[in-house]
């Protein structure tokens, strides 16, 4: 689905690129090195992927910016903003040294520079060594850009919200006693695509013991009355804003045990995600689902973080985790997900993806929070 839609207007990544370098200046280092991943398709849109030669934007603090491509890749960034952006490109081919070229673009001079987390070790090293200096990484300099999403990305997320929760409304049909975990996992893949994702980015069906492992993706297993069944869910929307649900569905009714504990669940979750607001941090809100679960002797069974940051990445900040002190501010979009989870027996999870307002929370996912019943 990489198309038109592949990326947003070229104004865009022109303020974000403004954006970046004014950071850069702030926090007194030259440049940053941006090669393949997130953080690259964040400033210019481009999809170029990381291989043994260097592809690169050269972010200075001040200054034309400078893509550092090899020629034989220069295609892959006509999809890219690139060309619209005033970017400067500076191709090689095989037997020069492109990292040279990267000490160019930042004045020649032993640097101090940021470079991308997800830069690969073969290009780091040899990079340092013609800077002259270690370089550190550039997660702290556009933290604060990639956490605060603007109107673009946030209509991308609604969109992508709306998406998957159209894929949750068709998971109880494919819940059918006999049918394997892989079997459902089929279905949804083929629903995420059909309801407007680009592509899976990962599916979890946990049945029965299965939904006890927070990370379980699908088995051989096959469905079963009574089982509890975690379905967690997501993929990218175009341009590659990711979705990310998670509802739990009983193949029957519920005993009583698991009807009580599910309800402290519901009030976890709910509880988190009215406590989200500018000015809260994220370790308050992972507090308000575990203090919840805590009261109901359910403390122990929650065994992971509350939520993590969405956008370009399926994980990214603002991580919702005890010791994260980082206050929110309107426009941060990250998910609510508290879990219960009893080893060998079943497990639960209810998640919504949610959007910091000016003045509260909105919710990207609107499905019902109830233990979905499927009749068996």
Known sequence: MVGVTSRFDSSVYAHRLAAAAAATAEAGLAGMVITPGYDLRYLIGSRAQTFERLTALVLPASG?????????????????????????????????????????ALGG????????????????????AVLGATP?????????????????????????????????????????????????????????VSEGHSEVAFIIVGSGPNGADPHHECSDRELARGDIVVVDIGGPFEPGYHSDSTRTYSLGEPNAEVAQRYSALQHAQRAAVASVRPGMTAEQVD????????????AEYFVHRTGHGIGLSVHEEPYI?????????????????????????WGARIEDIV???????????????????VPV
Do not use: C
Not at 74 to 86: I, K, M, P
Not at 321 to 340: H, K, Q, T, W, Y
Not at 355 to 373: F, I, K, W
């Open 64 to 104: 034309r910016p400078t893509m550092v491509v090899p020629r034989l890749e220069l295609a892959a960034l006509r999809e890219s903003a690139v060309a619209d952006l005033g970017v400067a490109v500076r191709d090689w081919v095989d037997g020069e040294d492109p990292y040279s070229l990267v000490g160019e």
């Open 136 to 192: 550190v990484l550039a997660t702290a300099v556009l933290r604060d850009l990639r956490m605060i999403k603007d109107a673009a990305e946030v209509d991308a997320l609604r969109k992508a919200g709306a998406a998957i929760d159209r894929v949750h409304a068709r998971v109880p049909e494919f819940l059918v006693p006999g049918r394997t975990e892989a079997d459902v996992a089929a279905d949804i893949a083929e629903a995420i």
């Open 109 to 128: 001079a032993p640097a101090a520079v940021a470079v991308t987390d997800s830069m690969a070790a073969l290009h780091l090293l040899p990079l340092a």
């Open 321 to 345: 985790v005890a010791g994260n002190d980082v206050v929110l501010s309107a426009g941060m979009a990250f998910s609510v997900e508290p879990g219960i989870y009893f080893p060998g027996q």
């Open 355 to 373: 959007l910091v307002t000016a003045d509260g929370v909105e919710s990207l996912n609107n499905r019902p929070h109830d233990l979905v019943v």
């Open 287 to 298: 507090a308000a689902a575990r203090d919840v679960l805590a009261a109901a002797g359910l």
